[in-house]
């Protein structure tokens, strides 16, 4: 299977605790994203790295949030201090520079 | 801010039949629109898109129309599958290049045979 991976697939934490999410791009992809979806919404764009330079943040992005793409090729995106409000689908993507965004399946956190 | 909406929550229809999905949007810099199915469990994916430069863009079963003015697009299938069953979402974004996509809440189509 050559398409976007994400580990874990579920999450369930306590508040207060750091959680790490890591997504796995389509091999030849240059670009990746990472949403989120709550119940009953669309994926919410959270920020996008080209390569490995994190071009875009949306201000949903609290500083409690924080997204590496260390060597251009996986990623992985932190939430520090989780609160309940976290609790959500958080969907990785990636592309070419032109191209059409292809999803992993998500990650679920449940925050307690 | 909502700036793509899908205002139908769920469609429901018969096998054979076509089903329109419809999105409407808010952003008049929106020059790129795609639409996204979703089964459970699965991250959302690619169906169709189109350009502000067309008003038609044609795939199989699938059909997306554009409406500048009224700014809202529609997807049509047809004939409509139980296979299509599933969330389909609207999205846009300024660029080709879709950096920042808006997405719509999503329609969840049921197919019935």
């Known amino acids: 299977d050559t398409g976007v991976s994400q580990d874990p697939r579920h999450k369930i934490t306590k508040r207060g605790q750091n959680v790490t999410f890591r997504c796995d791009p389509i091999?030849?992809?240059?670009?990746l994203y990472w949403y989120r979806q709550t119940l009953g919404q669309g994926p919410e764009f959270l920020t996008y790295?080209?390569?490995?330079?994190?071009?875009?943040k949306s201000r949903l992005l609290s500083d409690r949030f924080s997204a590496e793409r260390p060597k251009g090729s996986f990623s992985t995106l932190e939430i520090q201090r989780t609160e309940q409000g976290d609790s959500a689908m958080y969907l990785c993507a990636s592309s070419l520079s032109n191209g059409v965004q292809f999803f992993g399946p998500g990650t679920r956190l449940t925050v307690l | 801010d909502q700036q793509v909406k899908q205002n139908s929550p769920s469609l429901s229809v018969q096998e054979g039949r076509i089903s329109i999905l419809n999105c409407d949007y808010t952003?008049?810099?929106?020059?790129?629109f795609l639409w996204y199915k979703k089964y459970p469990a699965e991250g959302p994916t690619f169906l169709i898109s189109i350009s502000s430069i067309k008003d038609k863009n044609e795939d199989g079963r699938f059909t997306v129309f554009l409406n500048k003015s009224a700014k809202h697009l529609s997807l049509h299938i047809v004939p409509s599958q139980p296979g299509d069953s599933a969330v389909y979402f609207c999205?846009?974004?300024?660029?080709?290049?879709?950096?920042?996509?808006?997405f719509g809440a999503g329609t969840r189509l049921t197919v019935k045979p």
């Open positions: 999205a846009a974004s300024e660029t080709y290049n879709n950096n920042d996509m808006r």
């Open positions: 091999s030849e992809h240059n670009r």
């Open positions: 790295f080209q390569n490995e330079a994190q071009l875009e």
């Open positions: 952003n008049s810099m929106f020059d790129y």
